[in-house]
């Protein structure tokens, strides 16, 4: 059974930083496109960032790019997540979320097929 497990979730305060780390079990992913999404209370799932099979191409939503920096170790099938300078309006429960490289839409929720259960991001003081 494939999963996706996250972790590195917690509370910091606004201007700090959190690494977020995803680690897929049951196959590689090695050739997969790594996306995370993150939900606000009463919100929809939103993109977050993704990245390629390669670690060559990535994407990032708007309000976040400078901020935040998504990688991979292939060699480890892991993916991170580096969130710096935190604000309380990027809390959430960050998903880790994988598919096929392929020509589905990268920021929609409905392109990727593995999904984490999820770690909660808390930005306050």
């Known amino acids: 059974q494939v999963q996706l497990v996250e972790s590195g979730g917690g509370l910091v305060a606004p201007g700090g930083s959190l690494n977020l780390s995803c680690a897929p079990s049951?196959?590689?992913?090695?050739?997969?496109?790594m996306g995370w999404f993150r939900q606000a209370p009463g919100q929809e799932r939103e993109f977050v960032a993704c990245?390629?099979?390669?670690?060559?191409?990535?994407r990032y939503e708007d309000s976040v790019k400078g901020r935040f920096t998504i990688s991979r170790d292939s060699a480890k099938n892991t993916v991170f997540l580096q969130m710096d300078s935190l604000k309380p309006e990027d809390t959430g429960v960050y998903y880790c979320?994988?598919?096929?490289?392929?020509?589905?839409?990268?920021?929609?929720?409905?392109?990727?097929?593995?999904w984490g259960q999820g770690t909660q991001v808390t930005v306050s003081s």
């Open positions: 990245i390629s099979w390669s670690g060559v191409t990535t």
């Open positions: 979320a994988s598919r096929p490289s392929d020509s589905r839409i990268y920021y929609y929720v409905a392109s990727y097929d593995y």
């Open positions: 049951g196959r590689t992913f090695s050739t997969y496109v």
